[in-house]
Nanobody, 114 residues
Framework: VQLQAYGGGLVQAGESLRLSCAVS????????MGWYRQAPGKQRELVAI???????NYADSVKGRFTISRDNAKITVSLQMNSLKPEDTAVYYCTAEGQFRTYWGQGTLVTVSS
């Protein structure tokens, strides 16, 4: 199983980016798919997660600005990030939760300049 994330880059504050993550291989009992991030010198934190039924959960810091979505047929998860702030700068990791373990992507860097 591999998770390939893409879409990161350098943007200015107030701009938007869209991250996407594609899963290759079979994950038994796939349910939640999500995004975490890790800023320099900080712990990894949950950004957003969506379960198979479409129920979502967001970190307070991104509510109203970020939107997570998934395509169950294509096994992809996306994160639309609007009104980006410098504090959103981090490496973003996609995840996929199976019945026995959670899989992680390799990370994609998002840099927001002020």
């Amino acid at each position: 199983v591999q998770l390939q994330a893409y879409g990161g880059g350098l943007v200015q504050a107030g701009e938007s980016l869209r991250l996407s993550c594609a899963v290759s291989g079979t994950i038994f009992g796939l349910n939640g798919m999500g995004w975490y991030r890790q800023a320099p010198g900080k712990q990894r934190e949950l950004v957003a997660i969506i379960n198979r039924s479409g129920t979502t959960n967001y970190a307070d810091s991104v509510k109203g600005r970020f939107t997570i979505s998934r395509d169950n047929a294509k096994i992809t998860v996306s994160l639309q990030m609007n009104s980006l702030k410098p504090e959103d700068t981090a490496v973003y990791y996609c995840t996929a939760e199976g019945q026995f373990r959670t899989y992680w992507g390799q990370g994609t860097l998002v840099t927001v300049s002020s």
